[in-house]
Structures are given as structure tokens and as C-alpha cells.
């Protein structure tokens, strides 16, 4: 009798709890095989688990831990047959049918396309399907990458002839790039200097929304040391391209693009203040109240950042709406959204203190925020110590606190 395990097949609520054959279970995740692949040594996974023991550096069967001859992994069709059939049989249970798995490309077939591109022939309907491709899986990602895309790719995008006459090809390749890992050693595959971030700086300002979107993703991968950084801050119309995708409020994608390429960007202080002479302060002041948690968090983190520098301190302290915004996160989106808003909040009213700024953070309720943080002993010690600071600098204004907030003991 086939031994069994009691687990849920899927997130979906079911009647009763279902019994998974063990042998429909992937030996390294334990969890229902949807692509059964079998090893040379006959032993079968599911393909993104054994993938990734194999991205891990192993060369071994992680059952028998045999040395593999080769890594080659054969789809099992009919154990995939069978357990499908098995989803079906138990639809009553609310266990849904597994979806046949597309066939991962091939390196071959990569390459053809590859050529093509490197040719000039066909390359938008080309680089269409490679980006489809890539889209699907991790590993078709790996096979593209492996293949040799980058350098093949980024010469494409920054080939002097594709943004004048192939936008839309170049835009393709652009959303490849994207996709794929870029880190210091593949940078390295093709040249970027000056003439290649203005193509890039280009098309940030004017491309379409998702050309924007994926050129913002390209300068934060690029952007992995100071001389870069500065490279691409240097760069005309960068920053003021990455505000205006922090003002595509209805698109929360466009957003962390723009946050994420601001935070790999702004590390050198030259940088920050380019960042904040652009207007960014601004834009994450309008951005926070519609955004979501993630972006909030982010939004946070880079408004910290700026406020490292005077220059960033002063727009925070001049913009009117900042600081009852930052005072309305604190204790209404989550711990690290708080965490940063408060060291915003600190370095803005310890580091350049303003009375009107210390009085718009006391009409914004943020003495009964500050009070409660200081009290709680599970709070992070250092958001603590902030909300201490700015409770000793701002109880001379209580005054200016409602009768509620009056009510609270102010000894801490």
C-alpha cells in the first residue's frame, strides 16, 4: 500500500483535507509535482525545484546524491498525465488541475534568434518572441543569458541606428535586458560610457510608459558602483526622467522602478543633490498618500536617504505637505514604514530645526505617535530613541495639541 501524506494541495479551500500519493511529490520540495522531470538516474522532480539544486552548484541526485553524468532533465509525461488525471478525479475536494508546462526553449533555438539580431534580420518580430520567452521561466532566462543576449542586446540598444529608426525593436531589447540578471561582471560584456547613457537617459524621457519602465530598471542594475553612480548622475536628464515615473501615480510598477533606480543611484551625496534639485521631494510627498505598502516603504527609504544631506532636509522642511504626511504614516502602514518616516521626521526637525516645521508636525497629531512609540518595549530601539529626542524637542509646543492628545502622560 502506497504511503501517503495529509496536506493541502493548493491555497484554494478545500472540503476536506486530501491525500497526495507520495510518489506525485517532489522529493526535494515534498510538495505536488506540476513539471515531473526524471534524471539519468531515474529519479524524478519537479523542474523548478531540482533546477534550482542544480543553480545551487550541486552535481549530484539529491535522492541517491549519485554524481551525475550529465544534467539533462526528460519532461515524464506520463506521471504528469497521471497526476493531472488525479486532480481530476479529486475536483469534488477543490484540488484544480495542473496546467500542462510549456517545453522550456532551447539553447539552439536562442541562438538562431540571437543571430538574427546580430544580422538585422526581422529584429522587432525577433526580439518580440525572445521576450515572451523570457517572460515564462526562470531557466528560459538562464538559457537567454547563457547564450550570449547581453552583449548582443545592449550593442542593439545602443547601436546609433535603433533609437532613430527601430524604436520599438529597441524598446524589445530594452525589456529583455530587464529581465535578465545584470550584475559588475556581465556589465562588462558591452561598453557603457557617455553616448550610451544618454541613449539610455533618451529613452527614459521619451519612451513609451513601459520603455521608461524598463530603461529605470537597466540604470539601477548599472549602477552597482560610485564611479558608475556618478556616471549616470552626470548624465542629463536622468533624474528629472525618474520624477516623471514617480508621477505615474496610476501605475504602481512605474513607481518602483523609478524608487528602486533612485535608490541605486543616490548613494553619493553629489548624486542626492542632483536627486533633490530635480524635484523628487516633491514627488514622493504626492505619491505617498495613494501608494501602496511596498512603495511606501520605498518612497520612505530614499526620502531618508535625501534627508542626509542639508539640501534634502530643506525640501522636506519647505515642502507644506511633508511633514503632516510623514506624521499620517508613522503607526498606519507598517513597522518599517514607521521606522523611516520617524528618521525622517528626526533629521528634519533635530538636524534643521524650524518652528514652523515643529508646529506642523504637532497640529499632525504626531505627539501622540511619538508618545506611544517611546512606551511600547518592543519597539526598535533606535525609532525609540528618535520618538524620545523629538518628544524632548517638541513638548514645549503641546499647547498646540488638541485636549485628546492632552490626556497623555508625558513622562518617558
Known amino acids: ?26 522529493p526535494i520540495s515534498l510538495e505536488l509535482m506540476r513539471d515531473p522531470v526524471t534524471l539519468c538516474t531515474g529519479q524524478t522532480y519537479d ?9 545551487k552548484g550541486h552535481n549530484t541526485c539529491p535522492s541517491t546524491m549519485e554524481i551525475l553524468d550529465n544534467t539533462e532533465l526528460l519532461p515524464n509525461h506520463t506521471l504528469r498525465r497521471l497526476i493531472q488525471d488525479w486532480c ?19 539553447p539552439r533555438h536562442v541562438q538562431q534568434m540571437l543571430q538574427d539580431v546580430a544580422l538585422g534580420r526581422d529584429v522587432y518580430r525577433v526580439l518580440r518572441k525572445l521576450r515572451n520567452i523570457a517572460k ?9 543569458s547563457e547564450a550570449g543576449a547581453i552583449p548582443v542586446l545592449g550593442n542593439f540598444v545602443f547601436s546609433p541606428d535603433s533609437l532613430g529608426k527601430n524604436l520599438e525593436a529597441c524598446e524589445e531589447a530594452l525589456g529583455i535586458l530587464a529581465l535578465l540578471p545584470l550584475h559588475s561582471m556581465t556589465r562588462n560584456l558591452f561598453y557603457i560610457g557617455p ?6 537617459s533618451w529613452l527614459l524621457c521619451r519612451g513609451s510608459l513601459d520603455g521608461r519602465i524598463n530603461a529605470a530598471h537597466l540604470l539601477a542594475s548599472l549602477a552597482t558602483d560610485d564611479e558608475m553612480k556618478l556616471s549616470v548622475g552626470a548624465t542629463a536628464g536622468v533624474f528629472e526622467g525618474l520624477v516623471k515615473l514617480l508621477k505615474e501615480d496610476s501605475y504602481a510598477r512605474a513607481m518602483k522602478a523609478g524608487l528602486k533606480a533612485f535608490l541605486a543611484i543616490c548613494g553619493p551625496k553629489k548624486n542626492r543633490i542632483k536627486a533633490v534639485e530635480s524635484g523628487v521631494v516633491s514627488a514622493i510627498v504626492e505619491l505617498l498618500p495613494e501608494a501602496d505598502r511596498s512603495n511606501t516603504e520605498r518612497a520612505l527609504v530614499l526620502m531618508e536617504l535625501l534627508c542626509s544631506c542639508s539640501d534634502g532636509r530643506s525640501a522636506v522642511s519647505s515642502h507644506a505637505l511633508a511633514v503632516p504626511v510623514l506624521v499620517r504614516i508613522i503607526l498606519r502602514v507598517s513597522d518599517v514604514a514607521t521606522e523611516h518616516a520617524v528618521s525622517c521626521l528626526w533629521a528634519v526637525c533635530q538636524q534643521a530645526p524650524k518652528e514652523c516645521v515643529d508646529q506642523a508636525a504637532v497640529q499632525a497629531g504626531i505627539l501622540t505617535q511619538l508618545l506611544h512609540l517611546a512606551q511600547v518595549e518592543n519597539e526598535n530601539t533606535k525609532t525609540k530613541q528618535k520618538a524620545k529626542d523629538l518628544l524632548g524637542q517638541l513638548r514645549h509646543r503641546w499647547k498646540y495639541c488638541d485636549n485628546r492628545q492632552a490626556g497623555w502622560n508625558m513622562r518617558i
Open 195 to 200: 553616448k550610451q547613457l544618454t541613449a539610455l
Open 1 to 26: 500500500m502506497v504511503e501517503t501524506s495529509r496536506l493541502r494541495v493548493l491555497t484554494k479551500p478545500m472540503k476536506e483535507d486530501v491525500a497526495v500519493p507520495d510518489f506525485f511529490r517532489c
Open 88 to 106: 481530476v478525479s479529486n475536483r469534488c475536494h477543490g484540488v484544480e488541475r495542473i496546467p500542462t508546462p510549456k517545453q522550456p526553449t532551447e
Open 47 to 55: 523542474r523548478i525545484s531540482i533546477e534550482k539544486w542544480f543553480d
Open 136 to 144: 515564462e521561466s526562470d531557466r528560459n532566462r538562464r538559457v537567454i
